[in-house]
Structure formats: C-alpha cells, structure tokens
T-cell receptor
Framework: AQKVTQAQTEISVVEKEDVTLDCVYETRDTTYYLFWYKQPPSGELVFLIRRNSFDEQNEISGRYSWNFQKSTSSFNFTITASQVVDSAVYFCALSERSGGGADGLTFGKGTHLIIQP | DGGITQSPKYLFRKEGQNVTLSCEQNLNHDAMYWYRQDPGQGLRLIYYSQIVNDFQKGDIAEGYSVSREKKESFPLTVTSAQKNPTAFYLC??????????????FGPGTRLLVL
C-alpha cells in the first residue's frame, strides 16, 4: 500500500490564483514526521517544512501555508497568490519508525505545479 | 558556502561498466543517504549511512554499493548488476543519526544515462 499519496499528478493555474496540493499519508506509528520539498527544474530538492505528529497547528510562511489534519491523515499545502517562480514539482514525504524499513523518507510521487503567466 | 555537492552532473555508462557517483558534504552532518528518482516518480532510498564505516541497505539496494570512509563523503557505485540504471540520483544528509525527526538536505543530483 502506498504510504504517501499525492493524487494530483499535475496542476495548472494562472498566476495570482491560490492553489492547494494534497497529501494523504498512512502510518501505524503515533510518532512520525511529515515534510514538503520543492523540486525546481534544476533538480535539487529544496526543503520547505517539517511537521511532527503531535503538532496539528497550521503553519504559515509568507505565501505558503500548511494544513495538518490527523483525523483525515492529510498534510495539505496551499500557495496563495501563486507566482511563476512557484512552478516546480512538489513532494510530500513521511518519516516513521514502523515497518522495519530503513531510516529514510517515504516520498509521494509528487505534484507538478505549473503557474501560467 | 556549506552544502552538498554531487559530481558529475551527467554520467554515461556503457553496458557492463561500473560507475561511481560522488557526494560530498561540508555541513558536518552525521547521516548521509542516496535516493533514486525515476520520471514521474517519487524518490526511493538506495542506501544510507549513520556513521563512518557503517551503512545500511534501503528499499532498492540491489545492483548498488557504497562506502563511507570519511564523514564528508558517501560515494555510490552503480554496478553492472543494476540492469536499469538510467535515473536521477540524489544524495542527502541530515545532522543527526538518521533519526526520524531529522530534516534531510539534498544535493543537486546526478543524471545517469546508459549508452
């Protein structure tokens, strides 16, 4: 079963529109961490946010905001007043201890966000 | 500047050839990781290392090997046993001993192509 699901493969909006990227995760752990990364065309992953499972407060950083809801196992990412520079692939990732897996991140397949001028 | 460097940016492999991808970090991080990214896919963990001279297999370690002789360096060798090596390879590091709370920071990546 996929542990991190980003159902939106690609989203295209016009500049200045608001856009929300969905992330649904699956874990049996009570302690886990969720991350969002941005991958611009250059390829390097840029860290955006880390959130632990005990902190359900929403977070805002400039035009970016994150909505963490344990009840629905979701960690959605909203960009307000989008700009062309926001065009990238965005990944949601999970860090957990269960399942005996390696201590790496489990990534979703990413959402390709296209901001049209 | 502190960061993670990967070289080369592009690498071409011939059939049956082993190739080595370089990853160096000057962040004084303990843990280092290698991920593989295929088109339209998320990243998958190949190997990780929590400390010098120790490393662990990830989810897709077959056909790959690593070494960790220095804290700053974590090279990845793609062996001839890896039948489908064409992918984008990303190296990452994190400050602590690969704890689940650690944020991983990524290098610019190496794109490997098979001739």
């Amino acid at each position: 079963a996929q542990k991190v699901t980003q159902a939106q493969t690609e989203i295209s909006v016009v500049e200045k529109e608001d856009v929300t990227l969905d992330c649904v995760y699956e874990t049996r752990d009570t302690t886990y961490y969720l991350f969002w990364y941005k991958q611009p065309p250059s390829g390097e992953l840029v860290f955006l946010i880390r959130r632990n499972s005990f902190d359900e407060q929403n977070e805002i950083s400039g035009r970016y905001s994150w909505n963490f809801q344990k009840s629905t196992s979701s960690f959605n990412f909203t960009i307000t007043a989008s700009q062309v520079v926001d065009s990238a692939v965005y990944f949601c990732a999970l860090s957990e201890r269960s399942g005996g897996g390696a201590d790496g991140l489990t990534f979703g397949k990413g959402t390709h966000l296209i901001i049209q001028p | 500047d502190g960061g993670i460097t990967q070289s080369p940016k592009y690498l071409f492999r011939k059939e049956g050839q082993n190739v080595t991808l370089s990853c160096e970090q000057n962040l004084n991080h303990d843990a280092m990781y290698w991920y593989r990214q295929d088109p339209g896919q998320g990243l998958r963990l190949i190997y990780y290392s929590q400390i010098v001279n120790d490393f662990q297999k990830g989810d897709i370690a077959e056909g790959y090997s690593v070494s960790r002789e220095k804290k700053e360096s974590f090279p990845l060798t793609v062996t001839s046993a890896q039948k489908n090596p064409t992918a984008f390879y990303l190296c990452a590091s994190s400050p602590g001993l690969a704890a689940i709370s650690e944020t991983q920071y990524f290098g610019p990546g190496t794109r490997l192509l098979v001739l």
